[in-house]
């Protein structure tokens, strides 16, 4: 697929899903793979909700960051 093609989609994608969304295309173990990339596992729940699993001939994987920032770690310590 060319750049020209794979920005198009990706624009495309973040007209009809939402522009909080980070987008990439990729090949996969299915083919051609539209990646929805999450910041959190809430904000990733919504996007399941909205996306097919099947999109413009791709196929859909919604990921977030599993990093959990803790409070009293960040404050220097556990109690």
Same mark, same amino acid.
């Given at each position: 697929?060319?750049?020209?093609?794979?920005?198009?989609? #990706? /624009? *495309? @994608?973040?007209?009809?899903?939402?522009?909080?969304?980070?987008?990439?295309?990729? +090949?996969? =173990?299915?083919?051609?793979?539209?990646?929805?990339?999450?910041?959190?596992?809430?904000?990733?729940?919504?996007? #399941? /909700? *909205? @996306?097919?699993?099947?999109?413009?001939?791709?196929?859909?994987?919604?990921?977030? +960051?599993? =990093?959990?920032?803790?409070?009293?770690?960040?404050?220097?310590?556990?109690?």
């Amino acid at each position: 697929m060319s750049k020209i093609a794979t920005d198009s989609l #990706r /624009l *495309k @994608a973040a007209i009809e899903f939402g522009s909080e969304y980070m987008y990439t295309i990729r +090949n996969g =173990g299915h083919g051609p793979t539209l990646y929805i990339h999450a910041e959190n596992k809430e904000s990733a729940n919504k996007i #399941r /909700l *909205k @996306a097919p699993d099947s999109w413009e001939d791709l196929f859909v994987i919604v990921t977030y +960051n599993t =990093g959990v920032e803790d409070n009293d770690e960040s404050e220097g310590g556990f109690q």
